[in-house]
């Protein structure tokens, strides 16, 4: 078989969810420019066939891919752009980038927001990269990376406000493990992706508490009205589905699953870790972390009550006990 190398792909990020995205679009037979920063990751790439940080049991087949240091060597020549790195992160891997991407299709797959910025990636992408807004297209879902690198089921959703942009991630990415349906809900199913890392934070100082099943259910279940509230206030479009996977399926995985590394960073602080030393036994970024500061600022803009989310926030900005914060919660969730 040969290698299809007429439409290109470029992955930016090096992490775990960037090999799965990797590991998709290989299996698809798309041959990828890969931008990996890191010398050990490289070798073991170009040698062995693996990222040897992360997901380091997934097989990449080096036939194709092309990985690279130099951002401007990766996005030269492509027409579509994932970024794939956390959010802290973005700003630092762009930095040196020269070429243009405005008439490249560029993909989110970031759950995350610009920290100090405040902007979700898309908004970014296009105030300061000039990618016009029918460009700009946003992946996202119940996706775990360990899973999706395992070729195991999972359901994506790609959403751009141009059908054309959507129509072509979709064609790149799907196949018959990683099922993807279209939405134009640009805004709202980025919104709710950096939302749910919050939730997952909440659920996760539950489980630190030792908190039961059946709490955990009433927390979630508020979690997704609080959700609903503020995307209806913020990004308001009609016939939302807030049950679809984008929303309802994103929030449960993230909250529910140990894979998931915003509630883990929650149970490390329910059972009475400092967020300081919490944040140095992650091993990876748990983007609710950045997101928590974006929220709060955000329903105070809008006037939105969220007393999930302004937990979340007091316990990790404003030196808030965990245990007297979800006690307090709990005496007005219904």
């Not at 030269?76 to 762009?94: I, N």
Request: proline letters at 3%; glycine letters at 6%; hydrophobic letters at 45%.
């Amino acid at each position: 078989m040969t290698v299809d190398k007429e439409s290109r792909c470029a992955v930016l990020g090096y992490g775990s969810w960037a090999t799965a995205i990797v590991k998709t679009l290989t299996v698809n037979h798309q041959h990828v420019n890969w931008l990996v920063l890191n010398d050990d990751i490289l070798k073991s790439l170009e040698e062995r066939s693996h990222n040897v940080k992360y997901l380091p049991w997934c097989y990449i087949d080096r036939d194709y891919i092309t990985p690279s240091k130099d951002i401007n060597e990766v996005v030269r020549g492509v027409d579509v752009v994932f970024l794939a790195m956390p959010s802290a992160f973005l700003t630092k891997f762009l930095e040196p980038l020269k070429e243009s991407l405005a008439d490249k299709i560029v993909v989110s797959a970031v759950k995350g927001i610009i920290p100090g910025d405040y902007l979700t990636i898309v908004e970014h992408m296009n105030r300061y990269y000039d990618v016009p807004m029918k460009n700009l297209v946003v992946v996202t879902g119940p996706s775990h990376a360990e899973e999706v690198g395992q070729c195991r089921l999972s359901y994506l959703t790609v959403a751009s406000e141009d059908n054309t942009s959507a129509e072509r991630v979709k064609e790149l990415l799907a196949n018959d493990f990683f099922r993807c349906s279209i939405s134009h809900d640009v805004l709202g199913v980025e919104a709710a992706a950096i939302m749910k890392n919050v939730y997952a934070l909440a659920v996760g100082i539950a489980v630190g508490l030792r908190y039961g099943d059946n709490f955990l259910a009433v927390l979630i279940s508020g979690c997704a009205n609080e959700m609903n509230n503020f995307l209806n206030a913020s990004v308001p479009i009609e016939n939302r589905n807030i049950n679809a996977a984008a929303y309802m399926g994103d929030l449960l995985v993230t909250c529910y699953s140990p894979l998931s590394r915003n509630r883990r960073l929650g149970t490390l602080l329910g059972k009475g870790c400092s967020v300081k030393s919490a944040l140095n036994e992650m091993t990876m970024v748990a983007e609710g972390y950045y997101a928590a500061e974006c929220i709060r600022r955000s329903s105070m803009h809008t006037g939105v009550e969220m007393p999930i989310a302004d937990m979340v926030w007091e316990v990790l900005y404003n030196n808030a006990s965990a245990r007297d914060a979800m006690l307090a919660l709990t005496k007005i969730l219904k």
